[in-house]
C-alpha cells in the first residue's frame, strides 16, 4: 500500500521570504507520480506541481520547485518569493497506475506580512 | 471551459435521511473520482470510474454508500440513512486521458455534508 506523510502540521513564512514543505511517501513500484496540491479556503483542491518518477530533473512552476529523492521517497515543495497567496492548505500526493490519489495529512502554511 | 462542478455547494440534512451529491466532470475527463474530506481521516478516496468499465469502489466506507455515473458524465453519489460520521466534505476530480496516470486529477469545489 501506498502512503504520504507530512511531518509538518503548520508553517509560518515571511512575505517575500521561501519556505520549504516536507513529504515524504511509501511504495512498492517504480514507475508512479507525485504531486502537491493546494487547497485555499475556498475548499477548491488546485494543482501546485508534479514529478514523473522515471525523470531525475526535479519540476519547476514558476516560484514552486520541488527536491525529489527518488532513493530517499522524498518529496519537497520549495515555495520562492511568498505571497499572501500562497496561504492555504498544502497536500502531498501519489498515485501509481490510473488509480486513486493518496494523500498526506496536509501542511497549513501561513504567510506573514 | 468549465472545471469541475459540484452541487449543492452545502447540503444540511437530519441523521437517517438519504442525501445525493452531484458532480459534473470537464467534458471529454473519461475517468471521474470522488474523494471524502473529514477532520478526522484526512483525504480519503471513495470511487472511481473510468469510460464503460466497473467502477472501482473499493474505497466505499460502507454499503450506505454507493454512485453512479450517467452516460460517461455526470456522476451522482448517495448516502442513505446518513449518520453524524458522515459529516465532511466530498471532492469530486475528473481526468481526461484513459489508462494512464500521466493526467492530472482536477478538483471540483467540494459539497460540504453536515449531519445533524
Known amino acids: 500500500a501506498q502512503t504520504v506523510t507530512q511531518s509538518q502540521p503548520e508553517m509560518s513564512v515571511q512575505e517575500a521570504e521561501t519556505v520549504t514543505l516536507s513529504c515524504t511517501y511509501d511504495?512498492?513500484?517504480?514507475?508512479?507520480?507525485l504531486f502537491w496540491y493546494k487547497q485555499p479556503p475556498s475548499r477548491q483542491m488546485i494543482l501546485v506541481i508534479r514529478q514523473e518518477a522515471y525523470k531525475q530533473q526535479n519540476a519547476t512552476e514558476n516560484r514552486f520547485s520541488v527536491n525529489f529523492q527518488k532513493a530517499a521517497k522524498s518529496f519537497s515543495l520549495k515555495i520562492s518569493d511568498s505571497q499572501l497567496g500562497d496561504a492555504a492548505m498544502y497536500f502531498c500526493a501519489v498515485i501509481q497506475g490510473a488509480q486513486k490519489l493518496v494523500f498526506g495529512q496536509g501542511t497549513r502554511l501561513t504567510i506573514n506580512p | 471551459g468549465a472545471g469541475v462542478s459540484q452541487s449543492p455547494s452545502n447540503k444540511v440534512t437530519e441523521k437517517g435521511k438519504d442525501v445525493e451529491l452531484r458532480c459534473d466532470p470537464i467534458?471529454?475527463?473519461?475517468?471521474l473520482y470522488w474523494y471524502r474530506q473529514s477532520l478526522g481521516q484526512g483525504l480519503e478516496f471513495l470511487i472511481y470510474f473510468q469510460g464503460n468499465s466497473a467502477p472501482d469502489k473499493s474505497g466505499l466506507p460502507s454499503d450506505r454508500f454507493s454512485a453512479e455515473r450517467t452516460g460517461g458524465s455526470v456522476s451522482t453519489l448517495t448516502i442513505q440513512r446518513t449518520q453524524q460520521e458522515d459529516s465532511a466534505v466530498y471532492l469530486c476530480?475528473?481526468?481526461?486521458?484513459?489508462?494512464?496516470?500521466?493526467?492530472?486529477?482536477?478538483f471540483g469545489p467540494g459539497t460540504r455534508l453536515t449531519v445533524l
Open positions: 467534458s471529454g475527463h473519461t475517468a
Open positions: 476530480a475528473s481526468r481526461f486521458q484513459a489508462g494512464t496516470s500521466t493526467d492530472t486529477q482536477y
Open positions: 511504495t512498492s513500484e517504480s514507475d508512479y507520480y
